[in-house]
C-alpha cells in the first residue's frame, strides 16, 4: 500500500491550494479514503473523509463551506480544494486510507503554510 501527497506549500490568506493523493498497491475503490492534518505542537485531526464510492463525504466544522474532498476511483486519486485558507489551516496534510478490514495507511504528508 501506498499514498503520496502532493500540492502542498505556501499561500496567502484567502488563497487556494489544492493536494493529491495517489494511491497503489491496493483496491483503492475499496477504501475509505479521509485527509488529516497535524499542526505544530497538536494532535493529528480529520479534516474530510469520503466513502469509497463518493456518494458521502464529511467536513471539520471548521473547514465546511471552503474544503472539498472528492475522489477519482479510475486514476486512483484523492483531491482536497483548499479555498479561502486561514493562518490557522497551517499544518502537515495527511492522506488516510481505510480498508474494510479496518486496516489503516498513511502518506508522508505535505506542508500546508498560510502566511503573509
Known amino acids: 500500500v501506498q499514498l503520496v501527497e502532493s500540492g502542498g506549500g505556501l499561500v496567502q490568506p484567502g488563497g487556494s491550494l489544492r493536494l493529491s493523493c495517489a494511491a497503489s498497491?491496493?483496491?483503492?475503490?475499496?477504501?475509505?479514503m479521509s485527509w488529516y492534518r497535524q499542526a505544530p505542537g497538536k494532535g493529528r485531526e480529520l479534516v474530510a473523509e469520503?466513502?469509497?464510492?463518493?456518494?458521502?463525504?464529511n467536513y471539520k466544522d471548521s473547514v465546511k463551506g471552503r474544503f472539498t474532498i472528492s475522489r477519482d476511483n479510475a486514476k486512483n486519486t484523492v483531491n482536497l480544494q483548499m479555498n479561502s485558507l486561514k493562518p490557522e489551516d497551517t499544518a502537515v496534510y495527511y492522506c488516510?486510507?481505510?480498508?474494510?478490514?479496518?486496516?489503516?495507511?498513511w502518506g508522508q504528508g505535505t506542508q500546508v503554510t498560510v502566511s503573509s
Open positions: 488516510r486510507g481505510r480498508g474494510p478490514s479496518g486496516r489503516t495507511s
Open positions: 498497491g491496493f483496491t483503492f475503490s475499496s477504501y475509505v
Open positions: 469520503i466513502t469509497s464510492t463518493g456518494g458521502t463525504t
